[in-house]
């Protein structure tokens, strides 16, 4: 049987995901200019892949939100489970905070992943310090205060961490560029409401694929799915007439979340003129530890 969505064709396949692991935490400032410099300064540039960190803002918050009555913001960081994730976790968390948010004026941390596993950020954001910080009772919760020249950074001494889903995937297959920015903008603003998923590129304009020429160089471009190739390679998979197939990459917190948020980007992309099939990226199920079908996602949700 034919599978469609909102009478737009969605190709009977499955996307594949991967064991990580994450955690989740509040920025505030003191002003909303700020807050968002330090939430997109310690979320930018996705690289797992090269065995370090991705990251993205999950949503903002209001006053009455936060531990201590500001502005701020959800934001998760994410590591590749190894043998070794903790030490990389946390070397990333503090690469991340100390150069994205405590350079912020004004900014401080709290713990926002519930999960009984905890690292101690005195070790790898505390002590830049330099011995001078100190630890104390603020807003309900143990911090580390840490004079800088601006004034002072405020960080939750133990950080929650704990194991997720990560690479759930959703394509769109679009008529031209325009159609392709308003499908992927729409499920990237759709997913804000979806608590504990995050779109770590949010519209991501270079899917890659497993095999490469340059292996020392990470992934590249997935050519069979790139519509200027259409007429230069005999193996196109880019239908006639598509232009434009933007990818939305999600991590979650567990897998009833990934789902979910995969058929909400499904769903609002279907409803966008110009959007002619929806797809989702895969290895041939060699590479993830999960397989998420977009046939169940429409069976259970839609």
């Known amino acids: 049987m034919k599978l ?3 009478s737009v064709e969605v190709e009977d396949t499955y ?45 903002w918050l209001s006053p009455t ?45 709290f713990n926002a992943t519930d999960s009984e596993n905890k690292f101690d950020a005195e070790i790898n954001v505390g002590r830049c310090g330099d011995g001078y910080e100190w630890e104390e009772e603020m807003f309900g919760r143990k911090v580390i205060r840490i004079p800088i020249m601006f004034g002072e950074f405020i960080i939750e001494r133990y950080i929650g961490y704990a194991e997720g889903i990560a690479g759930g995937n959703v394509w769109f297959f679009c008529e031209s560029e325009e159609a392709a920015l308003e499908a992927g903008e729409a ?52 239908p006639d007439g598509v232009k434009s197939i933007p990818e939305i990459v999600i991590n979650a917190i567990d897998l009833e979340s990934l789902k979910r948020a995969m058929y909400i980007c499904m769903d609002v992309a279907s409803r966008v003129d110009g959007v002619v099939k929806i797809s989702a990226g895969n290895y041939g199920g060699k590479l993830g530890q999960h397989k998420i079908y977009l046939r169940e996602l429409i069976e259970k949700y839609g």
């Open 4 to 6: 469609e969505i909102n």
């Open 15 to 59: 996307c594949e995901a991967f064991d990580g692991i994450y955690t989740r935490f509040i920025v505030t400032a003191k002003h909303k200019w700020l807050l968002k410099k330090a939430a997109y300064s310690a979320t930018a540039l996705p690289s797992t892949v090269f065995g370090e960190a991705e990251g993205g803002v999950e949503r």
């Open 65 to 109: 939100e936060t531990p201590d009555g500001r502005i701020g913001a959800i934001c998760q960081i994410w590591v590749q489970k190894t043998k070794n994730f903790l030490d990389v976790l946390m070397r990333e968390f503090g690469k991340r905070i100390r150069q994205g948010i405590l350079v912020v004026p004004t900014t401080r941390v």
């Open 187 to 238: 499920a990237v603003e759709a997913l804000k409401d979806v608590e504990g998923v995050i779109t770590s590129f949010d519209i991501c304009s270079a899917g890659s694929k497993p095999e490469t020429k340059y292996p020392e160089i990470g992934p590249t471009t997935n050519h069979y799915y790139c519509p200027i190739l259409k007429d230069k390679i005999p193996d196109s998979k880019v």
